[in-house]
């Protein structure tokens, strides 16, 4: 009989040994690919290996592209496009799912170096949208790039080997702290008190020291002067490891699962998905913590090239194949969404939030105050992903990002969306979002490469 009432029931319930055991082992793997991919240059790398070790080629190695290939084009170490060629041409649309790599952090500020009260520290200015309070008094890693002026690029991870040194944000004492436990939570950290902590032994000159000698050891260690460090990158980030969560094991807590949660998912769905006769994108994108913006963030016309490369190749020259394209296509914007927290329950409203374990999140808009700033998908387009979900037996649930007008937030999806796709949103939802230790549930996690993988199977047109 047709059920009337539409269920919700835990995703852990009525599993197999084998479907159980399918989900933690890659969920291993998952927690092997975040321990790796700290940072978006980080997760660049680690996607590009696996796209190669996989089939996929470098798009620039080719002159020609058929059926079944495999391509990928590599936009300056931040961020990803990879395809797999489908039969029918790239005009009438393809199945594409994007997720983005970045994630909230603290960077460096150009002349980072400063001695403070007989110590070194590091000034930092943060990215994206994070609670300063978080980031006091945690182990942090640093990651990322110096360019020396002869162009030469010296790559630093520090913190993560368990010999390593790690680096701090001191916070007050809780005795002298009166003022400051009286502030609002928003202004008790401020930004320009993110300075990190990293030496105190004096040189044996006595001008700035202690600074001095922490610039001798890059220097003996990295050959860099306090110049380099105004062309370098260099991200401060939890130096915590991606752990299971719980007594069960049924849970993940990891710093930057937002995104890389739905990068990893729609990158083994990219790699292990039966071909279809639509092509099959999958981007990897940066900057969406900070709007999409720049090169390396999806509303450049970096894909636009991308996509122009695929046309030259496949031979496709005619007039408007990139406004084709975009108008026949579908895509999945993979991206996070909240997970009902019992601790803050008031901010969501029970009918339409999600909760972990209960499989993928759909989102069909986004957006706050009134839907403003959302993509709101089309009702025909919600219709498609059910259907390509309840075929192949992936649990989903529909949510809102928190109760009415009690805050919001956005994707990529509208900027595919104001191109002409069919956009929705769908990923996995995470309590705790933004902060040094995110929690996801390890059912989500592969219900979300279950869901990515069917969609990228489907023959199937939106019908309108
Ligand atoms: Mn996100
Ligand atoms: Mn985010």
Redesign the pocket.
């Given at each position: 009989m047709e059920n009337i009432l539409k269920d919700k029931i835990c995703g852990w319930k009525n599993l197999s040994e084998d479907e159980k055991n399918n989900i933690f082992s890659f969920n291993e793997k998952y927690i092997n690919f975040l321990n790796n991919s700290k940072t978006e240059r980080e997760a660049n790398k680690v996607i590009i290996s696996e796209l190669e070790a996989n089939g996929f080629v470098d798009i620039n190695n080719l002159d020609y592209i058929n059926a079944g290939d495999k391509v990928y084009y590599n936009n300056r170490g931040k961020s990803v496009f990879a395809a797999v060629i489908g039969s029918e041409s790239l005009e009438n649309g393809v199945n594409m799912i994007g997720a983005?790599i970045d994630s909230p952090r603290l960077d460096l500020k150009p002349n980072p170096f400063y001695e403070d009260a007989k110590l070194a520290l590091l000034k930092t200015h943060y990215y994206g949208g994070i609670k300063k309070y978080q980031w006091t008094t945690i182990p942090l890693s640093m990651h990322g790039i110096i360019v020396k002026a002869n162009g030469e690029k010296i790559s630093i991870s520090i913190g993560e080997d368990e010999n390593d040194p790690i680096f701090t944000i001191t916070d007050l004492l809780p005795h002298l702290a009166v003022e400051q436990s009286n502030k609002p939570l928003r202004k008790a950290i401020e930004g320009e008190s993110l300075n990190i902590l990293i030496g105190s032994i004096p040189s044996e000159s006595d001008k700035d020291a202690i600074k001095e000698n922490i610039l001798n050891l890059l220097n003996e260690k990295y050959g860099i002067t306090e110049i380099d460090f105004c062309s370098s990158e260099i991200e401060l980030v939890p130096a915590f490891k991606a752990r299971s969560l719980g007594f069960d094991k049924s849970m993940i807590a990891s710093y930057g699962q937002?995104?890389r949660v739905c990068a990893y998912a729609s990158l083994q769905a990219l790699i292990n998905a039966k071909q279809s006769a639509y092509t099959q994108i999958g981007i990897f994108v940066d900057k969406?913590?900070i709007g999409s913006v720049g090169n390396t963030g999806v509303c450049s016309y970096t894909f636009d090239f991308f996509m122009n490369k695929l046309f030259e190749k496949s031979g496709i020259n005619s007039m408007g194949a990139l406004n084709k394209f975009y108008c026949n296509s579908r895509m999945i914007s993979a991206?996070?969404g909240a997970g009902m927290d019992p601790n803050y329950l008031e901010v969501s409203e029970p009918n339409n939030a999600s909760y972990i374990g209960y499989g993928i999140e759909i989102n069909k808009y986004t957006g706050s105050l009134g839907k403003s700033g959302a993509s709101d998908a089309n009702a025909e387009f919600v219709g498609y992903i059910r259907n390509v979900f309840e075929t192949n037996n992936v649990k989903y649930q529909l949510s809102e990002l928190g109760k009415v007008d009690i805050g919001g937030g956005g994707?990529i999806a509208y900027i595919l969306a104001n191109r002409g796709m069919d956009v929705i949103d769908c990923g996995v939802p995470v309590i705790s979002m933004h902060s040094p230790y995110e929690v996801t549930s390890k059912y989500d996690v592969y219900a979300a490469y279950c869901a990515y993988k069917a969609f990228y199977e489907s023959n199937q047109k939106v019908n309108y």
């Open positions: 983005h937002d995104d969406e913590e991206d996070v994707t």
